[in-house]
């Protein structure tokens, strides 16, 4: 019974904010009594925010209530210290790093005995004490301390979140994990398979491409070594039928000059016997053809005239024309190489990733039609109706006023073509397209050696195969060509501040292709643009 009194002789005279005997007590309108400097700091602090409340019931006050020392609080207060108790708690009451603290008390802390989940804030025996006295605080639900209890406020309701069954929820997300594990499982299985399957595909590429490299080598150098042969054999019978030739010549060569020498010394007779000058002249003369005509065989000169090897060369130069195609059909044989990967790519989106596969094209002045004009192989224009005075190129265009790029393409390309005329042409042509004969075996898009995107101010249409197909798309001066050329797509682009898609192509690329211009109109202009990519 004393200790009881004695506790709450304690309590009486303890200050909630210092925890200590009250000095100058004071008690303030909820009943509550502090020392007076204690309340006053606390309700300093509040300032700003307008509002003075309790420390222990939380009960607010407006205005600012004045202090007033309860004389009788501290007549009590000195009486009970004549009696020689203590309020000041014993060290191990006090929070330490890995307690929960009470929220309530200011300086030194002492530890919490419950957390409330309704007032969101722990207490220490003394500052708990309200929760069990007053009716106001009976359905609030106290826990034990809870060190992040603000981490259990829900962020949309802005209240406590309601808790359930750990057990039910673990076993719940046990089976969820379960088969997260099993999906994880077989995902690894299916990659560990891919990777197998992609280290064959690597060992069977390199197989393939040493066999291949291996196996060229040798044909190559049989290539090489029939090649030496037959320029070998070339050269030596071209050398033997001069020889031959020469000798033929020279032969009937000889035999016009002794049959000359035999004239002149008849003419000399004849001189002998003429007084006339002119006549003298005439029989120097006449010998020497109508003799030779009478005692030569004239058919050997006229009918069999001497061969001078021109063909020799023309059939030279076909070998080598064909050769090259031939071997312009193995490089793109290589670049077609069918593997595993060899999947649709995916087309760009941005420009700046078109730009990865920027190429820069020129123009071939041997394909030029002469009514256009080349300036630094990027830029054409048409003359005023006249035409330029250019060599006969096998390559030059006859029928229409179009040009072709000197680059073949192959692979993944990107270009974009500016330009200003009334109407234009951006196209793409296999190299044995037609140059003369008639307009729809040379020109863009008229032919199936051709695909062609026809430009004006107010429309847009595509041709191939002399099928025309309008297309719709964003007006642009400037047009982006992508090719994918082993996927054989082909698409334009209306290029702004955005690349805007006019018209794509799906089918099949048997040739390396070549970039085509064909502007219409008098001064109209078309040009290759420099491309940057940066990273």
């Given at each position: 019974m004393a200790e009881k009194r004695m506790k709450l002789g304690l309590e009486a005279i303890t200050c909630s904010i210092c925890l200590d005997v009250l000095n100058d007590p004071v008690t303030i309108p909820c009943g509550h009594s502090y020392c007076m400097n204690c309340i006053k700091t606390h309700w300093d602090e509040e300032e700003e925010k307008k509002i003075h409340s309790c420390p222990q019931c939380r009960q607010t006050f407006t205005p600012r209530p004045v202090l007033v020392k309860n004389t009788?609080?501290?007549?009590?207060?000195?009486?009970?210290?004549?009696?020689?108790l203590q309020a000041a708690p014993a060290d191990h009451c006090y929070a330490g790093p890995e307690d929960v603290a009470c929220d309530v008390c200011t300086g030194r802390k002492l530890k919490a005995l419950k957390s409330c989940l309704v007032c969101l804030v722990s207490y220490c025996e003394k500052h708990l004490q309200p929760h069990f006295e007053s009716p106001a605080f009976e359905k609030h639900k106290l826990v034990e301390p809870?060190?992040?209890l603000?981490?259990?406020?829900c962020s949309r309701h802005d209240e406590m979140m309601k808790m359930f069954s750990a057990a039910a929820e673990r076993t719940e997300r046990q089976r969820e994990l379960e088969v997260s594990r099993q999906n994880i499982q077989q995902r690894i299985q299916d990659r560990e398979k891919d990777v197998k399957v992609l280290q064959q595909e690597v060992e069977a590429i390199n197989h393939s491409a040493d066999e291949a490299v291996e196996d060229s080598e040798k044909i190559f150098t049989e290539l090489i070594r029939l090649m030496e042969k037959r320029r070998s054999d070339v050269k030596q019978q071209v050398r033997s039928q001069q020889e031959t030739e020469v000798s033929r010549v020279k032969e009937l060569q000889e035999k016009l000059e002794q049959e000359i020498t035999e004239l002149k010394r008849k003419d000399a007779e004849l001189k002998q016997l003429s007084h006339t000058e002119d006549h003298n002249q005439f029989l120097h003369n006449y010998p020497s053809v109508s003799a030779l005509s009478e005692s030569t065989d004239s058919s050997s000169i006229k009918k069999r005239p001497l061969r001078y090897f021109e063909d020799v060369t023309a059939?030279?130069?076909?070998?080598?024309?064909?050769l090259q195609d031939a071997l312009s059909d193995i490089s793109l044989t290589v670049t077609e190489v069918d593997v595993l990967l060899s999947k649709p790519r995916p087309?760009?989106?941005t420009r700046a990733g078109f730009l990865k596969y920027s190429r820069e094209i020129t123009l071939d002045p041997n394909t030029a039609h002469r009514s256009l004009l080349l300036f630094e192989n990027r830029k054409v224009r048409t003359t005023s109706g006249t035409q330029l005075f250019l060599s006969n190129h096998p390559d030059r265009f006859t029928e229409c006023s179009q040009v072709l790029s000197r680059e073949s393409l192959t692979g993944r390309c990107y270009w974009e073509v500016e330009w200003d005329a009334s109407g234009m042409y951006v196209a793409v042509a296999y190299k044995n397209i037609s140059r003369t004969g008639g307009i729809n075996k040379c020109r863009f898009g008229w032919n199936d050696k051709s695909w062609a995107l026809y430009c004006d101010q107010h429309k847009y249409e595509f041709r191939h195969n002399k099928v025309l197909t309008p297309v719709s798309g964003l007006q642009s001066s400037r047009v982006g060509v992508y090719l994918d050329h082993s996927a054989g797509i082909l698409s334009f682009y209306s290029?702004?501040?955005?690349?805007t898609l006019i018209h794509r192509v799906q089918t099949t690329f048997t040739q390396p292709l070549y970039a085509g211009l064909w502007p219409f109109g008098p001064g109209a202009t078309a040009l290759f643009c420099r491309l940057k990519y940066s990273l």
């Amino acid at each position: 019974m004393a200790e009881k009194r004695m506790k709450l002789g304690l309590e009486a005279i303890t200050c909630s904010i210092c925890l200590d005997v009250l000095n100058d007590p004071v008690t303030i309108p909820c009943g509550h009594s502090y020392c007076m400097n204690c309340i006053k700091t606390h309700w300093d602090e509040e300032e700003e925010k307008k509002i003075h409340s309790c420390p222990q019931c939380r009960q607010t006050f407006t205005p600012r209530p004045v202090l007033v020392k309860n004389t009788m609080l501290a007549v009590l207060v000195e009486e009970l210290k004549k009696t020689g108790l203590q309020a000041a708690p014993a060290d191990h009451c006090y929070a330490g790093p890995e307690d929960v603290a009470c929220d309530v008390c200011t300086g030194r802390k002492l530890k919490a005995l419950k957390s409330c989940l309704v007032c969101l804030v722990s207490y220490c025996e003394k500052h708990l004490q309200p929760h069990f006295e007053s009716p106001a605080f009976e359905k609030h639900k106290l826990v034990e301390p809870l060190k992040k209890l603000q981490e259990n406020i829900c962020s949309r309701h802005d209240e406590m979140m309601k808790m359930f069954s750990a057990a039910a929820e673990r076993t719940e997300r046990q089976r969820e994990l379960e088969v997260s594990r099993q999906n994880i499982q077989q995902r690894i299985q299916d990659r560990e398979k891919d990777v197998k399957v992609l280290q064959q595909e690597v060992e069977a590429i390199n197989h393939s491409a040493d066999e291949a490299v291996e196996d060229s080598e040798k044909i190559f150098t049989e290539l090489i070594r029939l090649m030496e042969k037959r320029r070998s054999d070339v050269k030596q019978q071209v050398r033997s039928q001069q020889e031959t030739e020469v000798s033929r010549v020279k032969e009937l060569q000889e035999k016009l000059e002794q049959e000359i020498t035999e004239l002149k010394r008849k003419d000399a007779e004849l001189k002998q016997l003429s007084h006339t000058e002119d006549h003298n002249q005439f029989l120097h003369n006449y010998p020497s053809v109508s003799a030779l005509s009478e005692s030569t065989d004239s058919s050997s000169i006229k009918k069999r005239p001497l061969r001078y090897f021109e063909d020799v060369t023309a059939a030279v130069s076909e070998v080598r024309d064909k050769l090259q195609d031939a071997l312009s059909d193995i490089s793109l044989t290589v670049t077609e190489v069918d593997v595993l990967l060899s999947k649709p790519r995916p087309e760009p989106k941005t420009r700046a990733g078109f730009l990865k596969y920027s190429r820069e094209i020129t123009l071939d002045p041997n394909t030029a039609h002469r009514s256009l004009l080349l300036f630094e192989n990027r830029k054409v224009r048409t003359t005023s109706g006249t035409q330029l005075f250019l060599s006969n190129h096998p390559d030059r265009f006859t029928e229409c006023s179009q040009v072709l790029s000197r680059e073949s393409l192959t692979g993944r390309c990107y270009w974009e073509v500016e330009w200003d005329a009334s109407g234009m042409y951006v196209a793409v042509a296999y190299k044995n397209i037609s140059r003369t004969g008639g307009i729809n075996k040379c020109r863009f898009g008229w032919n199936d050696k051709s695909w062609a995107l026809y430009c004006d101010q107010h429309k847009y249409e595509f041709r191939h195969n002399k099928v025309l197909t309008p297309v719709s798309g964003l007006q642009s001066s400037r047009v982006g060509v992508y090719l994918d050329h082993s996927a054989g797509i082909l698409s334009f682009y209306s290029v702004s501040e955005t690349m805007t898609l006019i018209h794509r192509v799906q089918t099949t690329f048997t040739q390396p292709l070549y970039a085509g211009l064909w502007p219409f109109g008098p001064g109209a202009t078309a040009l290759f643009c420099r491309l940057k990519y940066s990273l």
